[in-house]
């Protein structure tokens, strides 16, 4: 008989039938006659139970069916009293795919995130990081699907580029190592070449210069792959490896960016409580109780529209009544976390699109107001989180993007290709990047952003 993931075996009701499934032991208890063991093979966060009647099986065979063990087990499906689910097995052949020795980390409380983070085998194994991961899936899922019912082009940037899009200077250099023509030195130590073939390249940081080139032929596009920056620092926002989202549409102004922005994340967030139920609900329960209201509550309201400037006034406000801030506020500086979450968690109690920043902490390419001193930028801030989008209208106009090329001394010379975009049929456009980590922080209500990736990439952490 063909193995049945536990997640249809829950939907199937001829009781009666025999079926096999596979999976890993996570409790076994019961009495001296009958035993009863969860199994769960990922496929959902519930487990099935097995009934077993000790008498009827091999007693070696029963002495290795531990916790972490992986089992093959034939049974009847029969309805369920008092196992949770309303399906149960009882067991009739079981073979142990796979023993589990005793150095297995045992659960006794629970684990924390941290030791979770060194025991690479266990971390997927747990609950917490099964339902992660799942709604992680389901996420991606969503993003293709909304795009994809937009009429927008899923558009593939490279990860090797010459260009700094953000002009931060976070990069990571690409160099060359060929094991065929290995250099050495005279001690006889490997010399790398530092460069890309002979030229400067660097793993991008954003698709978007790139994805402005698709939108401006194909119309609306957006990107979703890995981007890497180079953060030496340690939050619990940031990781060196991160995945992005990036939309660019022609003939959108900011208006338009951000009631896409806002469209695109209730979107995700609605698909989560509609499809993630089981595992946004174990989240909630175990971690944050807060959560599943919290992402009902951003479905209901209209996201907060507001400039910088009054966003300050604010901020000024409450420093003005007391309230302490760890960094200072004034016109002009580049907010940090605790602004955005006092602006969206104390203040209005709803997401905020915070618009119209001063053009020397935004980026080259963003459309210049008229006042020169402020540009079309657009922050997306929420709960728990801060920034959870950054994006723009673009300048569009050739000779002020190159005037404030030239200000920022940005080398033209390997602008060209970009600029090209604006000297032929330019057009009007717009784009946001959303940190797919910073949506699952969300969505989860998890508090690290390490907790949201299979493989969390931070200063020094790049082995597993
Ligand atoms: P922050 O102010 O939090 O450092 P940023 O302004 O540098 O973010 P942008 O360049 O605007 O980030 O990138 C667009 C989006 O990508 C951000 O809004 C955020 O959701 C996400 N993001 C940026 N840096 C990181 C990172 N190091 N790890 C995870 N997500 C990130
Ligand atoms: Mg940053
Ligand atoms: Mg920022
Ligand atoms: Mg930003």
């Given at each position: 008989?063909?193995?049945t993931k536990?997640?249809?075996?829950?939907?199937?009701?001829?009781?009666?039938?025999v079926?096999?499934?596979?999976?890993?032991?996570?409790?076994r208890?019961?009495?001296?006659?009958?035993?009863?063991?969860?199994?769960?093979?990922?496929?959902?966060i519930?487990?099935?139970?097995?009934?077993?009647d000790?008498?009827?099986?091999?007693?070696?065979?029963?002495?290795?069916?531990?916790?972490?063990?992986?089992?093959s087990?034939?049974g009847?499906m029969?309805?369920?009293?008092?196992?949770?689910?309303k399906?149960e097995?009882?067991?009739?052949?079981?073979e142990?795919?796979?023993v589990c020795?005793?150095?297995?980390?045992l659960?006794?409380?629970?684990?924390?995130?941290?030791?979770?983070?060194?025991?690479a085998?266990?971390?997927?194994?747990?609950?917490?990081f099964?339902?992660?991961f799942?709604?992680?899936h389901?996420?991606?899922?969503?993003?293709?699907?909304?795009?994809?019912?937009?009429?927008?082009?899923?558009?593939h940037?490279p990860?090797?580029?010459?260009?700094?899009?953000?002009?931060?200077?976070?990069?990571?250099?690409?160099?060359?190592?060929?094991l065929?023509?290995?250099k050495?030195?005279?001690a006889?130590?490997?010399?790398?070449?530092?460069?890309?073939?002979?030229?400067?390249?660097?793993?991008?940081?954003?698709?978007?210069?790139?994805?402005e080139?698709?939108?401006?032929?194909?119309?609306?596009?957006?990107?979703?792959?890995?981007?890497?920056?180079?953060?030496?620092?340690?939050?619990p926002?940031?990781?060196?490896?991160f995945w992005m989202?990036?939309?660019?549409?022609?003939f959108?102004?900011?208006?338009?960016?951000?009631?896409?922005?806002?469209?695109?994340?209730?979107?995700?967030?609605?698909?989560?409580?509609d499809?993630?139920a089981d595992?946004?609900?174990?989240?909630?329960?175990?971690?944050?109780?807060?959560?599943?209201?919290?992402?009902?509550?951003?479905?209901?309201?209209?996201?907060?529209?507001?400039?910088?400037?009054?966003?300050?006034?604010?901020?000024?406000?409450?420093?003005?009544?007391g309230?302490?801030?760890e960094?200072p506020?004034y016109?002009?500086v580049?907010?940090?976390?605790?602004?955005?979450r006092?602006?969206?968690?104390e203040?209005?109690?709803?997401?905020v699109?915070?618009?119209?920043?001063?053009?020397?902490?935004k980026?080259f390419?963003?459309?210049?107001n008229?006042?020169n001193?402020?540009?079309?930028?657009?922050?997306?801030?929420?709960?728990?989180?801060?920034?959870?989008?950054?994006?723009?209208?673009?300048?569009?106009?050739?000779?002020?993007?190159v005037?404030?090329?030239?200000?920022?001394?940005?080398?033209?010379?390997?602008?060209?290709?970009y600029?090209?975009?604006?000297?032929f049929?330019?057009?009007?456009?717009?784009?946001?990047?959303?940190g797919?980590?910073r949506?699952?922080l969300?969505?989860?209500?998890?508090?690290?952003?390490?907790?949201?990736i299979?493989?969390?990439?931070?200063?020094?952490?790049?082995?597993?």
């Amino acid at each position: 008989i063909g193995r049945t993931k536990i997640v249809d075996l829950f939907k199937r009701e001829d009781f009666g039938a025999v079926v096999n499934v596979k999976g890993w032991v996570r409790t076994r208890r019961g009495s001296k006659q009958v035993n009863f063991i969860a199994l769960n093979d990922g496929s959902t966060i519930n487990n099935v139970q097995v009934v077993v009647d000790l008498a009827n099986f091999d007693e070696e065979m029963l002495k290795l069916i531990t916790t972490g063990a992986c089992l093959s087990v034939n049974g009847v499906m029969v309805e369920s009293v008092g196992s949770g689910q309303k399906v149960e097995i009882q067991a009739r052949e079981i073979e142990v795919l796979g023993v589990c020795d005793n150095t297995y980390p045992l659960q006794k409380k629970g684990h924390s995130m941290e030791f979770l983070r060194e025991i690479a085998h266990l971390r997927p194994r747990t609950n917490t990081f099964g339902a992660v991961f799942r709604i992680r899936h389901n996420m991606a899922i969503a993003i293709h699907k909304f795009f994809h019912d937009k009429g927008f082009f899923y558009f593939h940037t490279p990860l090797i580029t010459a260009s700094d899009c953000e002009g931060a200077g976070q990069m990571f250099q690409v160099t060359t190592m060929n094991l065929y023509d290995l250099k050495k030195n005279e001690a006889g130590s490997i010399i790398y070449d530092d460069d890309f073939f002979g030229k400067q390249a660097s793993l991008t940081v954003s698709g978007q210069l790139e994805g402005e080139l698709a939108a401006t032929a194909l119309g609306s596009i957006y990107t979703f792959g890995p981007t890497f920056r180079a953060e030496n620092s340690n939050t619990p926002r940031h990781l060196a490896e991160f995945w992005m989202i990036e939309p660019e549409v022609a003939f959108n102004d900011i208006l338009d960016n951000m009631d896409l922005a806002e469209e695109f994340i209730k979107y995700c967030v609605k698909w989560a409580l509609d499809n993630c139920a089981d595992d946004v609900k174990f989240l909630n329960d175990m971690f944050d109780k807060e959560l599943i209201e919290r992402l009902q509550g951003v479905l209901k309201d209209d996201f907060v529209r507001l400039s910088y400037t009054d966003g300050i006034k604010i901020l000024e406000d409450a420093v003005a009544k007391g309230h302490k801030f760890e960094f200072p506020v004034y016109w002009g500086v580049d907010l940090a976390s605790e602004h955005e979450r006092y602006l969206v968690e104390e203040h209005f109690k709803r997401p905020v699109i915070l618009t119209d920043y001063p053009k020397e902490i935004k980026a080259f390419y963003m459309k210049m107001n008229d006042d020169n001193k402020t540009v079309r930028a657009m922050d997306v801030l929420f709960p728990k989180i801060g920034e959870i989008i950054g994006g723009s209208e673009r300048e569009s106009d050739y000779n002020k993007l190159v005037a404030r090329i030239e200000e920022l001394h940005i080398p033209m010379k390997d602008m060209w290709w970009y600029l090209d975009t604006r000297k032929f049929g330019t057009c009007p456009h717009s784009g946001f990047g959303l940190g797919f980590e910073r949506l699952l922080l969300f969505v989860t209500g998890m508090s690290n952003i390490r907790d949201v990736i299979p493989f969390p990439r931070t200063p020094r952490n790049a082995e597993f």
